[in-house]
């Protein structure tokens, strides 16, 4: 039954990729993503991956469709007519999908417990990761303490990228007080549910962060979903509210620290004799060592990523806002 | 019959790595560009995931009373990757915001060529 | 217990069928007012159905604890979210079917 569901959810998938080549209006190409990546969010729970559908969901239908509306927003919604020919677009697919599917022939086949990439490091995490770690969560294991070093990585990609953005289009300014007030004003109640929900939001991205051990879950989920928190206050509010509530240079200075937070727990490691994020040096017991440790990680991680989404919606904002009073 | 079981996953995830393709060298508006790409990153993870599932097996959280777990190690991997997806696309899609308001259009052909018009 | 399992799937299947008569409502409903009904059709009573369902389903635990929070999180938002989708279209200017009709006779006119 489990395979019929995986036949279903794909091939609606397909179908939903297969409509966004056609569709010349990009609000709607823009929805049919968000539809695509709730749809492999579910294959992906399927194929028994839960922490990998919550950061696909969160990260993928929640920032990603966010950030590119808001750029719809700024650029105009219809796509214009094309004038070169689509036939060598289409015959350079069709030769790389046939060479590609000729190569998967090789591959081994689907679910089999013998298949070549379940041997050798995969099982040792699998047998080894409850005695010398101790959680539950075995993906939370693997990503913060056997393979840190990606994860520590991973954090300074998301807080250069938000560097990026901000240098691309700059933060926004909490001295503008000739802009009209801005957010929906006449929503009522929009202003009385976003009121209710918020506090809600910001309270299960906590459990999020801290239950990452015992279940799916961890520092980028949570940091994606208390950004989200804040993204619907300014979109409900105006953004010159929601600035007074974080300001911009409050946001780079959370990004910055939690990188730091996370290198210098290795640093840290490193100064009691062990080796760059060598957890089991941080206590006494090297078990406790690795709990304190990941959690310590995991929220250098949450909060670097909280303060990167929400830097780069602002920046987003403020462009449009700009845009607006021109 | 269990030849296509063995291999319908793949099969698809080449064909939405293929259109996301398309999208990207085809489209003329460079939003949908970026929308294919995802469409593209979002095709590669699927691939992975499949690559780790294990038929029989369960989520891999520790529970009472199982002993076949799916592996570990493809989520790893691709819960950085999906990360870093929407960092780029971030950036990618500053750079399109630049570029409108430097050349007034985010349609290829109408931009091509203008290379020093700023 | 058989008559547990026998009132959740008629209740699955209630969900799916008001789920199923809603994205038909998205097609073939004529105007943009009816077409938002249609689609809070599917999130209030269909999302309803199904999570009572599968509290049949489940023992008195934490699971039962968990959609019980979903489907009240679900019943704040999704009207809200009908309610401002179809507020922001008025606010558009958008006019339902009759005022559309009433406004081309008086074109013609």
Redesign the interface.
Known sequence: MGEFIDLVLLAMLALTALRIIFLKDLFAVVMLFGIYSFLSALIFVNLDAVDVAFTEASVGAGISTVLMLGTLALTGRKEKENTHSSILPLLVVCITGAALIYGTLDMPPFGHPDNPVHEHVAPRYIEESPKEIGLPNMVTSVLASYRGFDTLGETVVVFAAAIGVLALLGTGRKEDDEAPESGLKSHHVLHVVAKIIIPLTILFALYVQFHGDFGPGGGFQAGVIAAAAFILYTLVFGLSKSMDVIGPKFLQFMASFGVLLYASVGLYSMYKGGQFLDYSKLAVDPVAGQHYGIIIIELGVGITVFAAMLSIFYAFSSQAERSNIQ | MNFI????????V??????????V????????K???L??FQ?SV??LY???????????????EGVT?????????????A??????????G??????I?RAYGT??E??FKNQDDAI | MFILDIVSSVLLIAGVFFGLSGAIGLFKLPDFFTRVHAASVTDSIAAILIIVGLLLQTSFDLNTAKLLFILTFLMITSPTSSHALAKSARHGGLLTLPEEKEKQQEQTH
């Open positions: 079981l063995d291999y319908y996953n793949y099969w698809i080449v064909f939405l790595m293929m259109t996301g393709f398309y999208i060298i085809s489209a003329n508006n460079l939003v949908k970026i929308v294919g995802n469409v979002t993870f699927m995931i499949s690559m780790g599932k294990v038929s029989g097996g369960t989520a891999p959280i520790l529970v076949l777990y799916s592996n570990p190690l493809p989520h790893v991997l691709i819960l950085t999906i990360v870093v997806g929407v960092a780029t696309t971030a950036v899609l500053s750079l399109i915001v630049r409108k985010v349609e052909n109408e």
